[in-house]
């Protein structure tokens, strides 16, 4: 009963007219189970329904679903548990749940004829989920290309705009409420690739656990490379990315460049945004409040609409997600992925500095775009900052190149090599 069950509850108590005409009847709010019945609550409950006994729900007969909204994995697998074996049917909000323990819920849920839905565990109140299990289950999905973290696009959003350090932008997320007192799962990429493991499960039948996901995290970048990645027309970015390559499925969640204009580029903020391609259907783009109380809740009760309905139990046991059953898609070694790249290098401002650096690349096959030296940034008397945008090259190649780059003796720490997104995912 924190913040997205105040919504629920709010939703489900003053607009009951609202949910019965799509549900067919009234869902209707029995009991509120909470650890401590005394905390002053967001929304005024009618006496009687709130509870701290999980056997008083588990044990009434004439509960047919329950919306689990607890954050984390443990008590949250427990409870889930608890709650399939009584009998009920789950709506869950908990990415992190199902990232970790999906294939033990949803083999579980099969055995005892129940159904699990959780579209609002990633994206908030974009309905991501329903589109990629139902309304695009047409097509072969080709690519999926993503902001999934609120916090982190805050953040980053503010330091394009204001040129302004990690830290204080942070510190500002934190003061607004974007922001946890501890932001670790957010800001190091973590919560995205919970988010991106369970759409590569829906969309491609990767059963890939999130931690081997590869991801960087946004806690190290320069204030000075959003200036420089606007001056060659990109904005930067916290971008989880699958994408179906021909040796296989690669995933990744990076800090990237995204050109200035694209879809992607220009959602501010905490909004969260995802671009999918599909074969048949082309490029589609979903946009809209990726977290928050009325954005979340809406999923959640969408989710339990649903599940009144019918539609869920269908869906969940056609589906056969997180089963042994269903087919597998390899994953990519991810070195043979391509892609652009922008190297930003601090550089000893002496003559002859290119030559060295363009053998190197041309070693490793890497054609140069452009490169930009930025006499007024000096770190230092005789250090400058160097810009270099490469064409297409793969991250294999990249890597080689910019770790060799990094050992001539007149470039200095500290260094920046970012993956620059293929217009056509932004």
């Given amino acids: 009963m924190g913040t997205v069950g105040a919504g629920v509850a709010k939703l489900l108590l003053d607009h009951g007219d609202r949910t019965a005409r799509h549900a067919g009847r009234t869902l ?89 839905a959780f579209e609002a565990a990633v994206a908030g109140g974009i309905p991501i989920i329903t589109n990629l299990a139902q309304c695009l289950n047409a097509n072969k999905i080709i690519s999926i290309s993503g902001i999934l973290n609120g916090t982190t696009n805050f953040i980053l959003s503010r330091m394009d705009r204001n040129l302004g350090d990690y830290d204080s932008c942070l510190a500002q997320a934190q003061k607004l409420g974007f922001a946890e007192a501890d932001p670790t799962m957010d800001v190091d990429g973590s919560d995205a690739a919970q988010k991106l ?72 903020d905490n909004f969260n945004a995802i671009r999918v391609t599909g074969d048949a259907v082309g490029s589609v783009f979903y946009h809209g409040q990726g977290a928050g109380q009325m954005p979340t809740a809406s999923a959640v009760v969408a989710d339990m609409i649903d599940t009144a309905v019918g539609r869920t139990k269908i869906t969940f046991q056609t589906l056969k997600l997180w089963s042994d059953t269903a087919p597998t898609i390899q994953l990519a070694y991810r070195g043979d992925s391509r892609s652009r790249y922008y190297f930003r290098l601090n550089i000893t401002d002496q003559s002859n500095i290119l030559a060295p650096i363009t053998k190197i690349m041309g070693k490793f096959g890497i054609s140069i775009a452009s490169v930009f030296q930025h006499d007024d940034d000096r770190l230092e008397t005789n250090i400058v900052p160097l810009v270099i945008m490469t064409h297409e090259t793969s991250e294999q190649n990249a890597n080689a190149a910019f770790e060799e780059i990094n050992q001539l003796d007149f470039v200095h720490p500290t260094t920046e090599r970012l993956k620059v997104l293929n217009s056509a995912d932004g």
């Fill in 197 to 268: 493991a369970i759409l590569a499960h829906l969309a491609f039948g990767a059963q890939v656990h999130w931690a081997d996901i590869p991801r960087r995290g946004i806690e190290n970048l320069n204030a000075d490379d959003f200036r420089y990645a606007r001056q060659v027309g990109h904005r930067i970015k916290l971008i989880a990315l699958a994408e179906l390559t021909e040796t296989g499925l690669q995933l990744e969640v990076a800090p990237m460049l995204v050109k200035i204009g694209t879809p992607l580029a220009e959602v501010q």
């Fill in 28 to 116: 209707w709010l029995q009991h509120v189970v909470v650890r401590d019945v005394l905390k002053k609550r967001d929304v005024d409950l009618p006496e009687g329904v709130l509870t701290d006994d999980l056997k008083r729900l588990l044990n009434d007969s004439e509960v047919s679903s329950v919306a689990m909204l607890v954050g984390g994995v443990e008590p949250a697998r427990t409870i889930a548990l608890k709650i399939l074996e009584a009998g009920k049917d789950l709506v869950t909000a908990n990415k992190a749940l199902l990232a970790e323990h999906g294939p033990e819920l949803f083999d579980l849920a099969r055995e005892l004829g129940r159904s699990i």
